[in-house]
């Protein structure tokens, strides 16, 4: 049962054009949304995250919108740079038994090229 | 201030055998929380640790087990293990009460069964 989903595994964008991954989610009950970016040999690291109560939440070049209705949610980054090639890693947070629980999706393979 | 720690970094084992994973948290954590990563996934939570307890399980057989130390510290053990257990095991720490995006995550150890 895959909750988030990350249709895409790679995605190969010019430099200083627009980056955008996108994620859908199944579980409602989500109430934060994040995104982490992944260099190989290192732990994901936090990104940016937006609370479900929001539509858009902005940070620098990195922007997330959230659609409820369409359970979807994308990260646009603007301009893109050859440093953010990783892999971004949607995730959600929900309550399960009390406590703050994240799920994560596939993955999506960026590439910056040069 | 030294960030999420794990140790070792690689480990190649044999089918049937025992691993002991480490992982020390950021310096304040409290809470750690383990999570599988296969290849081509994302990371898949295993369980969680606060106060030396777990109190989150994700869906993992009992063949995967840990223990948190009175330092917050934590140890991710997995018994008869099988080649499906070859993955990047992730460690991350945050606070008990922190919010969903404020988790840190290590570098990961990734073990190889053979």
């Known amino acids: 049962d895959q909750q988030v989903k990350q249709n895409s595994p790679s995605l190969s964008v010019q430099e200083g054009r627009i980056s955008i991954l996108n994620c859908d989610y199944t579980n409602s009950m989500f109430d934060y949304f994040l995104w982490y970016k992944k260099y190989p040999a290192e732990g994901p690291t936090f990104l940016i995250s937006i609370s479900s109560i929001k539509d858009k939440n902005e940070d620098g070049r990195f922007t997330v919108f959230l659609n409820k209705s369409a359970k979807h949610l994308s990260l646009h980054i603007v301009p893109s740079q050859p440093g953010d090639s990783a892999v971004y890693f949607c995730a959600a947070s929900g309550h399960s038994g009390g406590y703050q629980k994240v799920t994560f999706g596939t993955g999506t393979k960026l590439q910056v090229i040069p | 201030d030294a960030g999420v720690t794990q140790s070792p970094t690689h480990l190649i084992k044999t089918r049937g055998q025992q691993v002991t994973l480490r992982c020390s948290p950021k310096?304040?954590?409290?809470?750690v929380s383990w999570y599988q990563q296969a290849l081509g996934q994302g990371p898949q939570f295993i369980f969680q640790?606060?106060?030396?307890?777990?109190?989150q399980r994700g869906n993992f057989p009992d063949r995967f087990s840990g223990h948190q130390f009175p330092n917050y510290s934590s140890e991710l053990n997995v018994n008869a293990l099988l080649l499906g257990d070859s993955a990047l095991y992730l460690c991350?720490?945050?606070?008990?009460?922190?919010?969903?995006?404020?988790?840190?995550f290590g570098p990961g150890t990734r073990l190889t069964v053979t």
């Open positions: 640790y606060y106060e030396e307890e777990e109190r």
């Open positions: 310096s304040g954590h409290d809470t």
């Open positions: 991350a720490s945050s606070y008990n009460i922190g919010l969903p995006y404020e988790q840190y």
